[in-house]
């Protein structure tokens, strides 16, 4: 192989990956935000994302939807970020501190539903944050409009096991923005 023919396959892999990072920018950094509450942490672990997608791209088969090609790379880096920030630090335990008795009126929202709507977003990754891993990866993806066969080839799980995972993922959700 001379020289020549090398240069147009880098090119066509810059192009390739600049274009699945421009369609998927959203998606990752929703993802992100479901692990990490840190801003600067979130850029860093955006960076280390794009590495392993740049990394993995001349792998890619294409026996699976690019969109699922990517998180499935997101939420490996992620699941590895937060095993090691489990290692090191006691996860912060703000929502448990809040008292759960909380006088109900069917008449009136809760205070979940009171607050505006960025407001409920920044309650909601924090309460993402504070389920377990497994659960953690089902509600982002399914946040970010995947099917459960989409979050199913991500994950390397069953379509059935992704229904049981949200079910529960969405129970304690509400279970802990009823108390706020």
């Known amino acids: 192989m001379d020289c020549h023919s090398v240069e147009p396959q880098i090119a066509d892999h810059q192009a390739v990956f600049t274009l699945w990072m421009t369609e998927h920018e959203k998606l990752l950094r929703h993802i992100i935000t479901g692990f990490e509450a840190k801003v600067a942490i979130q850029d860093e672990l955006f960076q280390e994302i794009a590495l392993n997608i740049w990394r993995a791209l001349p792998k890619f088969r294409q026996d699976s939807a690019v969109k ?13 970020h937060v095993a090691k920030a489990v290692k090191t630090i006691k996860v912060d335990q703000d929502l448990s501190n809040i008292s759960m008795e909380v006088e109900k009126d ?7 539903q009171s607050l505006n709507q960025s407001q409920r977003q920044q309650k909601l990754a924090e309460a993402i944050r504070q389920l377990k891993l497994e659960q953690q990866q089902v509600i982002t993806l399914a946040l970010e409009g995947m099917s459960y066969q989409e979050i199913a080839d991500v994950l390397a799980i069953t379509t059935n096991l992704v ?3 949200l079910q529960r993922a969405k129970q304690v959700l509400a279970q802990m923005l009823e108390a706020v």
């Open 68 to 80: 699922t090609f990517v998180a499935r790379i997101a939420h490996n880096v992620l699941a590895t």
């Open 106 to 112: 069917e008449r009136q929202p809760t205070p979940y």
């Open 163 to 165: 229904g049981v995972r």
